[in-house]
């Protein structure tokens, strides 16, 4: 863990966990986008191996879930993203990438008992807040709290970060469960970002949380 973050217990009421892009264009090791871009391929699959026992583990404390992907799959031209555009949005439009097969998620990422696992659908942007559903599903259900998971460190959870933060929420990075495409990029977001919009955890500590507030739950 990196400087940035402070040490306090991690809030698990009214907390919901945020796997950003557990799909096949990053899980799968011959998908192009992780082939070309991803340079710490260690480090990528241990992430998505820490990722996997903390979504195991928040399934057992009935914990609230979230699957925040990216399918462009019912929009094939990507109109969503405009014509002539820049970043994201003008690269993933010339990739033709999260449409297909490689936009679905990979187990044990698939969404399970949707009673308690949500997928947020809508987003247009790199923030998986962005014009989506997650929004109203945080809103709606009292949710405060939110743990982000994925990849990539510095594109898509930073951008989740600071939105989060923005809109008022507790934001957290699960730091052993997100990747970037360098560990110095993942460094990065956690030394120098991180302080501005919010804490650092890691799995096993948010599990023990998690099953110390289940346990709890049970005595009561």
Known sequence: MSEARIRIKPPIERAAIVFIEFQGEWLDTDAPLRRNLVRDQDAFAQAIAAAARLIESARAAKQPIVHAGLDMTDDPHYLLFGRDQAGL?????????????????????VPGDRAREFVSKGRSGASVLKNATLDAYLRNNDIRTVYFCGFATHVCVESSLREAHDLGLDAWIVADCCAAFTQAQHRHVLEHVLPHFGRATDSAELMTAMHAAAGERGAG
């Not at 949005?89 to 990422?109: K, Q």
Request: hydrophobic share 45%; aromatic share 14%; no cysteine.
């Open 89 to 109: 949005r003008r690269a993933i439009a010339r990739a033709g990438t999260w449409t297909g097969a490689r936009s679905a998620f990979r187990p044990p990422f």
